[in-house]
Nanobody, 123 residues
Framework: QVQLVESGGGLVQAGGSLRLSCAAS????????MGWFRQAPGKEREFVAL????????YSSDSVKGRFTISRDNAKNTVYLQMNSLKPEDTAVYYC????????????????WGQGTQVTVSS
């Protein structure tokens, strides 16, 4: 089992920045990828970014590329999502997720999920 706890969400004006954190515990050594997803009201959960266990591989969706950066600190079992130049359309609940096995951007391929943290960007 893996437990994931997100933090760092909040209300920010357009153009501002936030850094989300995801603290992992449990059998994290078996998780090959950590990802961030988001879900806005009335919309499906969508992929934002992922990072491999060694940080050698990262990948972001086109909608956040150049604005959001994913990173991790394995000594702290924590994954981060630095979000810059935020836009109102970034408003959503942001979820941290973990998966074993191969690269994947589909939510159904992830094994463990956090409870989510709300990010609201005002115009």
């Amino acid at each position: 089992q893996v437990q994931l706890v997100e933090s760092g969400g909040g209300l920010v004006q357009a153009g501002g920045s936030l850094r989300l954190s995801c603290a992992a515990s449990g059998r994290t050594v078996s998780m090959s990828y950590m990802g961030w997803f988001r879900q806005a009201p009335g919309k499906e959960r969508e992929f934002v970014a992922l990072i491999s266990r060694s940080s050698s591989s990262t990948y972001s969706s086109d909608s956040v590329k150049g604005r959001f950066t994913i990173s991790r600190d394995n000594a702290k079992n924590t994954v981060y999502l630095q979000m810059n130049s935020l836009k109102p359309e970034d408003t959503a609940v942001y979820y941290c997720a973990a998966k074993s096995g191969t690269f994947g951007v589909t939510p159904t391929r992830y094994d463990y999920w956090g409870q989510g943290t709300q990010v609201t960007v005002s115009s």
